[in-house]
């Protein structure tokens, strides 16, 4: 019973990043969490490596009821600062995305250590007892995928703030194409992804698009000073010049306003495979847009299988690479299908946010640990 769930103290919960100080995509996976935790039950700490910037950043910081910034700290110091504080349960929010993190985790800093998926993988460390996902994202075989023991919440597993609410984005103020310097006689494809994503295995998907839509344009993001000639070599070597001229690359948008208005003006948003998007689907969603999913065999790649299932919507979710294909050229040679998808995305879209049956899988699944433990 939680209400009696152990009257003497609150339970002590803490989250450990090196990236929730900004705005980056694991501090919105877990700011909801993180914020709506139950304050009669838990007393929630954070653990971040630098001062807070940027909104999500800010946000998370005033989230937690208390907060340690380790900037400039050795290891051994933030480890006998986290072993001070006698947490019941301490969350790895992504590990194997940075350093530190990573090397804290083979210590016992907690009685109870969590990996989740701001990085999507397991952490292969024995010392992490639980990896928490969702039945959304995992088959009856994920277990596999984990040395950590896999718990598969029933709900979405994040209490995502819907991004377009959060910003205040109207699609009425929106730049438009020729605004960004696109055209409006071409079909955009857009694939907001960074480029270590795009695997071998997917950049005929490229080539299959351009080759079907004849002046089709899909749309790159790069990193400044970091031009993607590895990736254009590869694409060289499977497609014609034809092809490649209409293969476009802007550069990583400081603004989120910018960069909503490039997935605002495409017509289709591109999920990479094997290893696909999460926070891309999620921000596409919210505009409406039609995103089209491979879904691989690892939760990486199954955070839009699941968004889809959510909202309950099949029509987007191939079986194959060819399939995969095959989903674009109907939405664009079918401009009322293509319209009734959007118009079902936006209907069921809100299933996807501030979704409470997350924040009360996670204060039950804190509980059933932590009574267990004691046990």
């Given at each position: 019973n939680l209400k009696n769930f152990h009257k003497q103290r609150k339970k002590k919960i803490g989250f450990i990043s090196e990236n929730i100080h900004k705005n980056h995509s694991v501090t919105r996976d877990r700011l909801g969490i993180v914020t709506n935790l139950s304050r009669d039950l838990y007393e929630v700490y954070g653990f971040i490596f630098d001062e807070p910037i940027e909104k999500f950043g800010i946000m998370m910081y005033n989230s937690f009821d208390k907060c340690f910034i380790f900037q400039n700290k050795t290891l051994v110091d933030i480890r006998k600062i986290i072993e001070k504080q006698n947490l019941d349960v301490l969350v790895y929010c992504d590990i194997g995305m940075t350093c530190k993190t990573y090397y804290l985790a083979f210590s016992k800093l907690a009685k109870i250590q969590l990996n989740t998926w701001g990085h999507s993988d397991t952490s292969g460390i024995n010392t992490i007892n639980y990896y928490v996902s969702s039945n959304y994202y995992e088959t009856e075989n994920s277990f596999n995928n984990y040395t950590e023991k896999l718990i598969k919440l029933d709900s979405l597993c994040t209490y995502y703030y819907n991004p377009v609410k959060l910003y205040s984005y109207n699609i009425n103020n929106a730049s438009t194409r020729h605004?960004?310097?696109?055209?409006?006689?071409?079909?955009?494809?857009?694939?907001?992804?960074?480029?270590?994503?795009?695997?071998p295995k997917f950049d005929i998907v490229?080539?299959?698009?351009?080759?079907?839509?004849?002046?089709?344009?899909?749309?790159?993001?790069?990193k400044k000073n970091k031009y993607p000639t590895v990736l254009m070599q590869r694409f060289e070597k499977i497609m014609k010049y034809s092809e490649l001229i209409r293969i476009n690359f802007i550069e990583r948008q400081s603004s989120i306003?910018?960069?909503?208005?490039y997935i605002y003006n495409s017509d289709?948003?591109?999920?990479?495979?094997?290893?696909?998007?999460?926070?891309?689907?999620?921000e596409s969603f919210s505009l409406g847009k039609p995103v089209i999913t491979l879904p691989s065999n690892h939760i990486n790649g199954r955070f839009t299988y699941g968004f889809y299932n959510k909202m309950g919507?099949?029509?987007?979710?191939?079986?194959?690479?060819?399939?995969?294909v095959n989903i674009i050229k109907k939405l664009m040679?079918?401009?009322?299908y293509y319209n009734e998808i959007c118009n079902k995305i936006i209907k069921n879209n809100y299933k996807l946010f501030e979704e409470k049956e997350?924040?009360?899988?996670?204060?039950?699944?804190?509980?059933?640990?932590?009574?267990?433990i004691r046990k």
């Amino acid at each position: 019973n939680l209400k009696n769930f152990h009257k003497q103290r609150k339970k002590k919960i803490g989250f450990i990043s090196e990236n929730i100080h900004k705005n980056h995509s694991v501090t919105r996976d877990r700011l909801g969490i993180v914020t709506n935790l139950s304050r009669d039950l838990y007393e929630v700490y954070g653990f971040i490596f630098d001062e807070p910037i940027e909104k999500f950043g800010i946000m998370m910081y005033n989230s937690f009821d208390k907060c340690f910034i380790f900037q400039n700290k050795t290891l051994v110091d933030i480890r006998k600062i986290i072993e001070k504080q006698n947490l019941d349960v301490l969350v790895y929010c992504d590990i194997g995305m940075t350093c530190k993190t990573y090397y804290l985790a083979f210590s016992k800093l907690a009685k109870i250590q969590l990996n989740t998926w701001g990085h999507s993988d397991t952490s292969g460390i024995n010392t992490i007892n639980y990896y928490v996902s969702s039945n959304y994202y995992e088959t009856e075989n994920s277990f596999n995928n984990y040395t950590e023991k896999l718990i598969k919440l029933d709900s979405l597993c994040t209490y995502y703030y819907n991004p377009v609410k959060l910003y205040s984005y109207n699609i009425n103020n929106a730049s438009t194409r020729h605004d960004l310097g696109l055209s409006n006689n071409s079909n955009i494809y857009f694939c907001p992804h960074n480029l270590f994503k795009i695997h071998p295995k997917f950049d005929i998907v490229f080539k299959n698009i351009l080759k079907y839509d004849k002046t089709g344009i899909i749309i790159l993001i790069y990193k400044k000073n970091k031009y993607p000639t590895v990736l254009m070599q590869r694409f060289e070597k499977i497609m014609k010049y034809s092809e490649l001229i209409r293969i476009n690359f802007i550069e990583r948008q400081s603004s989120i306003r910018v960069y909503y208005d490039y997935i605002y003006n495409s017509d289709i948003i591109l999920d990479t495979y094997p290893f696909g998007g999460c926070n891309t689907s999620l921000e596409s969603f919210s505009l409406g847009k039609p995103v089209i999913t491979l879904p691989s065999n690892h939760i990486n790649g199954r955070f839009t299988y699941g968004f889809y299932n959510k909202m309950g919507i099949e029509e987007l979710i191939a079986n194959d690479l060819d399939d995969y294909v095959n989903i674009i050229k109907k939405l664009m040679s079918d401009k009322k299908y293509y319209n009734e998808i959007c118009n079902k995305i936006i209907k069921n879209n809100y299933k996807l946010f501030e979704e409470k049956e997350s924040v009360n899988d996670w204060n039950n699944m804190l509980h059933k640990l932590i009574m267990n433990i004691r046990k």
